[in-house]
């Protein structure tokens, strides 16, 4: 296999946002198919591109490989061919498999003094961020450096992005009411995050009109973290991001953790 092949095939999962894992041999003993730096990309759907040996071994590569997509996690893997596999070859060998692992979407709904300090902070973490806001002055002069800026109304706007298990909602709006209802449309959407800036009064009153409305549900509304952030006691907009952010990649980092 030619190497620049297998790199434009890996660029080009970065560009469509397919998730992949790179499975490289790192070491090998006795006779063994294929020798170190043989390299083979896994698809999340169990397609491959390049080979590590066919057979039995290069079965299980993919099978683990799938797994560490799934959980974002690298991991060594050793397998002695006879004993593992049942293949004549005789000799073991050491498979690396590192997950590419796809950034989360952040919404943030809100191009205040909050907004645009977390859609920096939250860009600088890798985070795919989009802002939205219905004030066009909200985006004059803002250098927004990568990140997607979306000028409408939150009904609208919330129709044209897409969410997913991965998607993460931080609503930090001009307007109590755009609040509540940015955060009531969202929470029928998959998610695996959904956060609103406010007052422990402001939350209060956010859970009253729900209650009063029937919706969200109760179930929904317990995974709503609100006030949003760690309590670090933060004041400035850029401390408040700060505390914000925190949140945002501690639970990135729970996702990554699941089914380990």
Not at 159 to 170: E, Q, W
Not at 192 to 219: C, E, H, Q, T, W
Request: proline share 2%; hydrophobic share 40%.
């Amino acid at each position: 296999m030619d190497v620049s092949s297998f790199f434009c095939k890996l660029a080009k999962c970065e560009t469509s946002g397919d998730e992949v894992a790179i499975c490289t041999i790192v070491k090998t003993s006795g006779s063994t198919p294929r020798k170190v730096g043989a390299k083979m990309l896994v698809y999340q759907d169990g397609n491959i591109f390049g080979t590590i040996g066919g057979g039995a071994l290069e079965m299980k590569v993919i099978e683990d490989a799938i797994s560490a997509i799934d959980n974002g996690k690298s991991q060594l893997f050793s397998h002695a061919l006879v004993q593992d596999h049942g293949m004549c070859c005789g000799g073991t060998v050491e498979v690396f498999i590192e997950p590419m692992v796809k950034k989360k979407k952040l919404y943030i709904f809100g191009a205040g003094h909050i907004g645009k300090a977390l859609a920096k902070f939250a860009s600088e973490l890798d985070f795919e961020v989009t802002v939205i806001d219905e004030r066009k002055e909200a985006f004059t002069a803002w250098k927004s450096n990568g990140v997607s800026l979306i000028h409408g109304k939150h009904r609208a706007s919330i129709r044209k992005v897409k969410f997913d298990s991965n998607t993460f909602i931080a609503v930090v709006t001009h307007k109590h009411a755009y609040d509540r209802e940015i955060v009531a449309l969202c929470a029928d959407q998959p998610h695996a995050y959904l956060g609103m800036i406010g007052s422990d009064r402001k939350v209060a009153m956010a859970k009253k009109v729900f209650a009063a409305a029937g919706a969200p549900s109760k179930k929904q509304i317990d995974t709503i973290d609100w006030p949003m952030g760690l309590d670090i006691k933060a004041e400035t907009p850029q401390e408040i991001a700060i505390s914000i952010v925190a949140k945002l990649v501690d639970v990135r980092a729970q996702l990554g953790r699941k089914g380990n």
